[in-house]
């Protein structure tokens, strides 16, 4: 059985950092491109950074210099280092596994941005 389990969401000030990490299992990970994608209320998920089986990285413009996306493949974990945060970044963050057709979402993490 596939498990993709977040963590490290919370409640945090502007230019704050929080780090969330999500942990694999029932997948052989260093296969898997790796992602993390946000879906604030009323609006459409989108991607926010994304890493290779290979390392390459790719972030959304507007996390750019703030946001960076590492992976462990010999914990099977993936984490997103969040810097200098926003209120809108404010939103439910879910990491995402991608090998060929096979694709899968863990539950989520709420990230709040706020004073």
């Not at 390392?55 to 960076?68: C, H, I, L, P, W």
């Amino acid at each position: 059985q596939v498990q993709l389990v977040e963590s490290g969401g919370g409640l945090v000030q502007p230019g704050g950092s929080l780090r969330l990490s999500c942990a694999a299992s029932g997948i052989i990970f260093r296969f898997y491109a790796m992602g993390w994608y946000c879906q604030a209320p009323g609006k459409q998920r989108e991607l926010v950074a994304a890493i290779t089986s290979d390392g390459s990285t790719n972030y959304a413009d507007s996390v750019k210099g703030r946001f960076t996306i590492s992976r462990d493949n010999a914990k099977n974990t993936v984490v997103l280092q969040m810097n200098s945060l926003k209120p809108e970044d404010t939103a439910v963050y879910y990491c995402n596994a991608v090998f060929g057709v096979r694709h899968y979402w863990g539950q989520g993490t709420q990230v709040t941005v706020s004073s």
